[in-house]
């Protein structure tokens, strides 16, 4: 990150307040696979990624992996479990690539601006949505209807019919539920009947269909 003005939970705020913040960061670091956070961990700070990316997961009782969702630079994670009463973490939280970040305690957030917590509670509301999506598309009987409905919603949140996922086609597979040839079959037929048009994570929508 260029500086924590450009970073969601600090917008909006004065030079001095950013200043300030700078102060009670903690930077740590990790390397490509390491395990950040496993389920059942007790977690007490907010993080924020400055470098590399993260994929948040977790297990059914057979080992299967469910792919929650992957995060970026810029993107907080934990922010949820560190604030909920209990701060127990129902996820693993893997590092896809090294990784930098940046930690501030939950006591500590609570006694900065509250500019802080509006866009907190913003950043919350935003996921909220999200998951409600992500159920969505779990909830859907297809491989068909469960990728329309990732890649509509994609759509509407970058406002445009050509976007980049998050996703690479394993971790989308995981992420709908799906069997990687399943989905990998549906997107050549979508392909092929013109649809989409896709080039590594980059999705072109055609509108007819959409």
């Not at 940046?102 to 998951?131: D, E, H, M, Y």
């Amino acid at each position: 990150m260029k500086n924590l003005s450009e970073i969601s939970l600090f917008h909006h705020l004065e030079a001095s307040d950013l200043e300030e913040i700078d102060k009670h960061l903690i930077l740590k670091e990790f390397k490509k696979n390491e395990v950040l956070i496993r389920m059942g961990d007790k977690v007490q700070e907010l993080s924020i990624i400055i470098e590399g990316s993260i994929e948040i997961c977790s297990y059914d009782m057979n080992g299967n992996k469910k792919l929650i969702t992957v995060l970026e630079e810029g993107d907080l994670f934990a922010e949820s479990v560190a604030f909920d009463q209990e701060a127990i973490s129902p996820f693993d939280i893997m590092a896809i690539q090294r990784l930098k970040v940046i930690q501030l305690s939950r006591t500590t957030i609570l006694n900065f601006p509250r500019q802080v917590l509006a866009n907190l509670i913003g950043i919350l509301a935003t996921k909220n949505t999200f998951l409600t999506h992500k159920l969505e598309c779990i909830n859907k009987n297809t491989v068909k209807d469960r990728l329309y409905e990732v890649l509509n919603f994609y759509r509407f949140k970058q406002q445009s019919d050509c976007f980049t996922l998050p996703f690479n086609k394993t971790q989308l597979a995981d992420y709908l539920c799906v069997n990687r040839s399943s989905l990998s079959r549906e997107i050549h037929l979508m392909e092929k009947a013109g649809i989409i048009a896709i080039n590594k994570q980059d999705y072109r929508l055609n509108p007819d269909y959409f």
